[in-house]
Each structure stands twice: as C-alpha cells, then as structure tokens.
T-cell receptor, first 118, second 113 residues
Framework: GAVVSQHPSWVICKSGTSVKIECRSL??????MFWYRQFPKQSLMLMAT?????????EQGVEKDKFLINHASLTLSTLTVTSAHPEDSSFYIC??????????????FGPGTRLTVL | AQSVTQPDIHITVSEGASLELRCNYS??????LFWYVQSPGQGLQLLLK??????LVQGIKGFEAEFKRSQSSFNLRKPSVHWSDAAEYFC???????????FGAGTTVTVRA
C-alpha cells in the first residue's frame, strides 16, 4: 500500500514552453501533497505544500507564477513549470501524506520526474 | 528552525562489512526522525522512522537506527552491507505539528566487492 506515482518519469522540453507533471496517490487519499526539487548530488528542497481544494503554500524563494500547483482531488496534484528555462532543469519529486495528526504521518514519495529544458 | 546535518558526504564500504551513517539534527522539541534511501534516478524509500518509544528502531533491509537525545543524533547502521545497498541515504527531521520535512544533504554509499 501507500503508492505514489508520477508522470512522466522524464521529460525534455524547449526553453519557453510549459511542462505539467502529475502526482497521484494510487491506494490512499492524500489530503496533503508536497513538491520537492532536487539538484544533482544535492538534497531535496521543499517547494510547496498543497491541500486538496486549497491554494498551495509556497516556500520562500519559490516563484508561485512559475511553478503552478493544483491539487484538484484527493488523489491528484499537478505541478506546471511555466515558461521553462534551462535553470529549471532538475529532478522533481512529489510526496503525499494520508490522514492523521500533523507531523505524525509519513510522507510517501513518488519516483520523481527528470525535467531537462533545452 | 529545524535542520539536519549529515557529516559524511561519501562512504565506501566493503561488501559484508558494517555500515554506520551519521545524522545530527537541530530541533527545539521532540523530533520526528526518518531515514530514506534513494537509488539512482529513483524517488525516496523510507527505511525507518522514529516518533517516540524505544530509541532503537528497526527498519527494512536490515537497517536500524538509534535515537540519542543527549547527542541530537539518529545514526543509521547495518551489520553487513550488500552490493545492493549502494545508494544515497537521507536523514530527515519533521516537526510535531507540521507535515514539513527537512532533509540532510545526503550520504553516498559505495559498496566495493
């Protein structure tokens, strides 16, 4: 149980285009989903937290208009990188938490999406 | 603010030898602590977690970790490593009233034959 999927697993796009990444919880309802960014050989940096039906909460320094997050249902969150540029190339990982007391839940991580912007 | 330090960037260990990865955290209250493993190009897999109770925690794949409050540490250990244990390992700390996780920089483990 507690499986999180991401689609696509990798994507290559041209500079200036937009890319959408999907994150799905397959066997549980994810009241909260998280989006992380990981640069090569570095740790995960939290970008934003999204709750179903609400606007996402972005971490300091993350551009809201560039990284659009939508959490339309309890099993799906999407991250859209708008007007992508080469510096947006990175490994994007989502995670999801099932219901429970805040802080007491384990986040279940997706397999990640490798974005390369040419 | 919570933070995690993993002092060792890279560790090389022989197959069959023991492994210990260090993790130190900074947090004002009782932390929720996690160890994750990441294989190349993959997401994170939870190895084990500590919320409360017994300070020696058993995880998957033969890993264990010990919470030492006095040292603010949560070191990961495995008695005998396998070649498949070569990966990136991340320690993370969570707040008691928040979903957010703060990750350490990671330790790369190389296993030599």
């Amino acid at each position: 149980g507690a499986v999180v999927s991401q689609h696509p697993s990798w994507v290559i796009c041209k500079s200036g285009t937009s890319v959408k990444i999907e994150c799905r919880s397959l066997d549980f309802q994810a009241t909260t989903m998280f989006w992380y960014r990981q640069f090569p050989k570095q740790s995960l940096m939290l970008m934003a937290t999204s709750n179903e039906g609400s606007k996402a909460t972005y971490e300091q320094g993350v551009e809201k208009d560039k990284f659009l997050i939508n959490h339309a249902s309890l099993t799906l969150s999407t991250l859209t990188v708008t007007s992508a540029h080469p510096e947006d190339s990175s490994f994007y990982i989502c995670s999801a938490s099932d219901e429970g007391s805040p802080g007491a839940d384990t986040q279940y991580f997706g397999p990640g999406t490798r974005l390369t912007v040419l | 603010a919570q933070s995690v330090t993993q002092p060792d960037i890279h560790i090389t260990v022989s197959e069959g030898a023991s492994l210990e990865l260090r993790c130190n955290y900074s947090y004002g209250a009782t932390p929720y602590l996690f160890w994750y493993v990441q294989s190349p190009g993959q997401g994170l897999q939870l190895l084990l977690k500590y919320f409360s109770g017994d300070t020696l925690v058993q995880g998957i794949k033969g890993f264990e970790a010990e919470f030492k409050r006095s040292q603010s540490s949560f070191n990961l250990r495995k008695p005998s490593v396998h070649w498949s244990d070569a990966a990136e390992y991340f320690c993370a700390v969570g707040a008691s009233n928040d979903y957010k996780l703060s990750f350490g920089a990671g330790t790369t483990v190389t296993v030599r034959a």
